[in-house]
Antibody, heavy 122, light 107 residues
Framework: QVQLQESGPGLVKPSETLSLTCTVS??????????WSWIRQLPGKGLEWMGY???????YDNPSLKSRVIISVDTSKNQFSLKLTSVTAADTAVYYC??????????????WGQGTLVTVSS | EIVVTQSPATLSVSPGERATLSCRAS??????LAWYQQKPGQAPRLLMY???GRAPGIPARFSGSGYGTDFTLTISSLQSEDFAIYYC?????????FGQGTKVEIK
């Protein structure tokens, strides 16, 4: 059974870059046709999809994040990563990584990491 | 961007009763809708996809219906472990968007 685990700093200063990594275990990130994704949950609010990546490096990202999102994959480490540039306090959230079942396009999320809280503060 | 609106915001239900949650989209989704359950301090868990397809391991008391813009998640007989927040998510268009959630609480 696949497991996902987020890791990275829990505190980031305003204007800096938030960097998180998701380590996938129990399966290869490059097999099965899965996409991989980042989703965040703002405090007391709902969920926001941030982007998807395929093991080939193909990505889709959310235009509402105004090109601040960079998602990459490292198949040798079975990991994928998120960078969010120029952060502000509004980016304080719980960040989740998730797996997307193989379909024609990336759709919904069938396995999630436990989430990691990132606070943006000086 | 497709706006997905869930109602009610909070639903108070007694154990053993039926719960009916609504999700409405600003434009047609066909059946490109998923439902998730989230308990405090936990990640969301996939319940339904394709509006009515139950994810593996999800009990039969959960059912989904709808097509186009109006969708429903029904929990036929609420168990104690079902009290949680439920989100719907559309994947018809970009960007993927979630509803704001319905909290199912004990009456």
């Amino acid at each position: 059974q696949v497991q996902l685990q987020e890791s990275g700093p829990g505190l980031v200063k305003p204007s800096e870059t938030l960097s998180l990594t998701c380590t996938v275990s129990g399966g290869s990130i490059s097999s099965g046709g899965y996409y991989w994704s980042w989703i965040r949950q703002l405090p007391g609010k709902g969920l926001e999809w941030m982007g998807y990546i395929y093991y080939t490096g193909r990505t889709y990202d959310n235009p509402s994040l105004k090109s601040r999102v960079i998602i990459s994959v490292d198949t040798s480490k079975n990991q994928f990563s998120l960078k969010l540039t120029s952060v502000t306090a509004a980016d304080t959230a719980v960040y989740y990584c998730a797996r997307v079942p193989p379909t024609m396009d990336p759709y919904y999320f069938d396995s999630w990491g436990q989430g990691t809280l990132v606070t943006v503060s000086s | 961007e497709i706006v997905v609106t869930q109602s009610p915001a909070t639903l108070s239900v007694s154990p053993g009763e039926r719960a009916t949650l609504s999700c409405r989209a600003s434009q047609s989704l066909d059946n490109y809708l998923a439902w998730y359950q989230q308990k405090p301090g936990q990640a969301p868990r996939l319940l339904m996809y394709g509006a009515s397809g139950r994810a593996p391991g999800i009990p039969a008391r959960f059912s989904g219906s709808g097509y186009g813009t109006d969708f429903t998640l029904t929990i036929s007989s609420l168990q104690s472990e079902d009290f949680a927040i439920y989100y719907c998510q559309q994947y018809k268009n970009w960007p993927r968007t979630f509803g704001q959630g319905t909290k199912v609480e004990i009456k």
